[in-house]
């Protein structure tokens, strides 16, 4: 794991990296770069190449630049920050440096931060299952800013592991990931972090009636599990909690209704995308000791056509009395999630946000660039989402949930069916979670950036852990 440091100075013999925010003008005696060095900077710049590279006595200075935008679009300076981070990283990596001091010429401390970020996030790999480990290239960075302190590299520190942990999850197959493994997981996420898990086995599932998760877990061998995790610090602020749910299928077949899409069933390992998303928050929530009382619930199964799956046409009970015709068995994850959105009616939440890589269809809408959202939580509330979302550039796009696509999931024999039809599939899925709230709620369908089949910079490829870095954002602004 990479780790994050502050420092006051540099010395002689140390590379370090420049992020420009002055391309015309860039003022390069303050940085301690060789005059003789000057006019190569200004060609690799001007060829527009993303990392210059010089050299100082024993060391490397690689200089970056980025064009600053205005306040409003701030978060569009951050994200080419982060970009330049990845950039940086690529460079490192070939060098074969361990160690890098990061520097600024400008005074918004958070653009040196989102650089860190950047270069960290680039940072991961996935090698467990390899032969030959890649180690990390890039063992330490160093931020060197006055306005930088060391809670500021502590904070990043944490919300880098919370992600990583999520792309992780994400990432191990379900012959190891199963339902009751995940659980293990975050049992041992939980006593790193500080956050206390509770494992509902399936005996308890069964007593509760939770008949979404355990029609979507009969067809499997392996028991499903329900897991509720808690952070309720003493300073808390918050009197009701604020609830996240994250879909966890550690695999999904599609049950009968076998996945048909030539390749669809290769990356279903990936469909425990928002339960992952949930446990990297909780981690680096509890590490920062945000002052908030959250709770996580985290249904687990895999689905499969095994045993006595469900079949297309049967009619299950949701654990709050719903009747729903099942007529589409991979259409699943809204069935896990009613039953955990029925559960978080007895903690009377202050907030409720569920995160599934949910439908095709959100990630048809809007590609790989952002999350889907709805939900009948409060403008105030939406408006800080988004401006979360900017911020991390995980970006949210909100769909309407208007009454009439209600009618779509209408079902003759039942309360309810499990798919509403061929237009609006992001929408019915959410109208579907509707009915088993009562309370603010909101719904992310993070099918479309959740896990990524060709590289997207620091986002890397395969999981990118997406919801950890806005959740974190959002619960930090709800506790200031």
């Not at 002689?12 to 015309?24: M, N, V």
């Not at 949930?278 to 895999?302: C, E, M, S």
């Given at each position: 794991m990479v780790q994050i440091n502050v420092k006051k100075n540099i010395g002689a013999a140390d590379s370090c990296a420049i992020l420009f925010t002055d391309r015309a003008k860039p003022d390069y005696k303050k940085f301690g770069i060789p005059a003789v060095e000057k006019s190569l900077i200004d060609r690799q710049k001007d060829a527009k190449r993303p990392v210059s590279l010089a050299y100082r006595k024993d060391a490397l200075i690689f200089c970056q630049f980025i064009d600053p935008k205005s306040k409003d679009e701030h978060y569009k300076s951050l994200e080419a920050a982060r970009v330049a981070g990845f950039s940086l990283y690529n460079e490192l990596k070939y060098n074969k440096l361990s160690d890098i001091y990061l520097q600024t010429d400008s005074t918004d401390a958070s653009l040196l931060i989102a650089y860190?970020?950047?270069?960290?996030?680039?940072?991961?790999?996935?090698?467990?299952?390899?032969?030959?480990?890649?180690?990390?290239?890039?063992?330490?960075?160093?931020?060197?800013?006055?306005?930088?302190?060391?809670?500021?590299?502590?904070?990043?520190?944490?919300?880098?592991?919370?992600?990583?942990?999520?792309?992780?999850?994400?990432?191990?197959?379900?012959?190891?990931?199963?339902?009751?493994?995940?659980?293990?997981?975050?049992?041992?996420?939980?006593?790193?972090?500080?956050?206390?898990?509770?494992?509902?086995?399936?005996?308890?599932?069964?007593?509760?009636?939770m008949g979404g998760l355990l029609s979507v877990n009969a067809g499997s061998i392996?028991?499903?599990?329900?897991?509720?995790?808690?952070?309720?610090?003493?300073?808390?602020?918050?009197?009701?909690?604020?609830?996240?749910?994250?879909?966890?299928?550690?695999?999904?077949?599609?049950?009968?209704?076998?996945?048909?899409?030539?390749?669809?069933?290769?990356?279903?390992?990936?469909?425990?995308?928002?339960?992952?998303?949930?446990?990297?928050?909780?981690?680096?929530?509890?590490k920062n000791n945000l002052p908030l009382h959250i709770i996580g619930l985290i249904p687990a199964t895999d689905n499969r056509p095994g045993g006595r799956a469900t079949a297309p046409g049967d009619i299950i009970t949701m654990l709050d009395g719903t009747t729903v015709e099942v007529l589409n068995t991979?259409?699943?994850?809204?069935?896990?999630?009613?039953?955990?959105?029925?559960?978080?009616?007895?903690?009377?939440?202050?907030?409720?946000?569920?995160?599934?890589?949910?439908?095709?269809?959100?990630?048809?809408?809007?590609?790989?660039?952002?999350?889907?959202?709805?939900?009948?939580?409060?403008?105030?509330?939406?408006?800080?989402?988004?401006?979360?979302?900017?911020?991390?550039?995980?970006?949210?796009?909100?769909?309407?949930?208007?009454?009439?696509?209600?009618?779509?999931?209408?079902?003759?024999?039942?309360?309810?069916?499990?798919?509403?039809?061929?237009?609006?599939?992001?929408?019915?899925?959410?109208?579907?979670?509707?009915?088993?709230?009562?309370?603010?709620w909101l719904h992310f369908d993070i099918a479309g950036p959740a896990f990524l089949t060709g590289g997207d910079q620091y986002r890397g490829k395969n999981a990118t852990g997406v919801g950890v870095r806005l959740l974190y954002q959002f619960l930090k602004k709800r506790g200031n």
């Amino acid at each position: 794991m990479v780790q994050i440091n502050v420092k006051k100075n540099i010395g002689a013999a140390d590379s370090c990296a420049i992020l420009f925010t002055d391309r015309a003008k860039p003022d390069y005696k303050k940085f301690g770069i060789p005059a003789v060095e000057k006019s190569l900077i200004d060609r690799q710049k001007d060829a527009k190449r993303p990392v210059s590279l010089a050299y100082r006595k024993d060391a490397l200075i690689f200089c970056q630049f980025i064009d600053p935008k205005s306040k409003d679009e701030h978060y569009k300076s951050l994200e080419a920050a982060r970009v330049a981070g990845f950039s940086l990283y690529n460079e490192l990596k070939y060098n074969k440096l361990s160690d890098i001091y990061l520097q600024t010429d400008s005074t918004d401390a958070s653009l040196l931060i989102a650089y860190a970020e950047g270069l960290a996030l680039s940072c991961y790999h996935f090698s467990r299952y390899k032969k030959e480990k890649k180690e990390l290239h890039v063992a330490n960075i160093y931020l060197v800013h006055k306005d930088i302190k060391d809670a500021d590299a502590k904070e990043l520190q944490a919300i880098i592991e919370g992600n990583f942990l999520a792309r992780d999850l994400i990432n191990e197959p379900v012959s190891f990931l199963t339902a009751e493994e995940f659980s293990r997981q975050m049992q041992k996420a939980g006593e790193e972090a500080g956050f206390k898990v509770e494992v509902f086995n399936k005996a308890k599932i069964e007593a509760l009636k939770m008949g979404g998760l355990l029609s979507v877990n009969a067809g499997s061998i392996d028991p499903p599990t329900f897991n509720v995790l808690e952070w309720k610090p003493k300073n808390a602020k918050n009197k009701k909690p604020i609830i996240l749910v994250g879909k966890g299928v550690v695999f999904d077949t599609g049950g009968l209704s076998l996945k048909p899409t030539a390749n669809s069933m290769d990356l279903m390992k990936s469909d425990m995308g928002g339960g992952a998303a949930v446990v990297g928050t909780f981690y680096a929530a509890a590490k920062n000791n945000l002052p908030l009382h959250i709770i996580g619930l985290i249904p687990a199964t895999d689905n499969r056509p095994g045993g006595r799956a469900t079949a297309p046409g049967d009619i299950i009970t949701m654990l709050d009395g719903t009747t729903v015709e099942v007529l589409n068995t991979d259409a699943e994850g809204r069935l896990i999630l009613g039953d955990a959105l029925s559960y978080a009616k007895k903690y009377k939440p202050e907030l409720v946000i569920d995160l599934a890589t949910l439908t095709g269809a959100a990630a048809k809408a809007i590609g790989p660039y952002g999350t889907v959202y709805m939900g009948n939580a409060s403008e105030e509330v939406k408006e800080e989402l988004e401006k979360c979302g900017r911020k991390t550039y995980e970006r949210l796009v909100e769909f309407p949930m208007w009454d009439e696509y209600a009618d779509l999931i209408k079902s003759e024999i039942a309360d309810l069916k499990n798919i509403g039809g061929p237009n609006a599939g992001m929408i019915t899925a959410g109208k579907f979670l509707e009915h088993f709230t009562d309370y603010p709620w909101l719904h992310f369908d993070i099918a479309g950036p959740a896990f990524l089949t060709g590289g997207d910079q620091y986002r890397g490829k395969n999981a990118t852990g997406v919801g950890v870095r806005l959740l974190y954002q959002f619960l930090k602004k709800r506790g200031n």
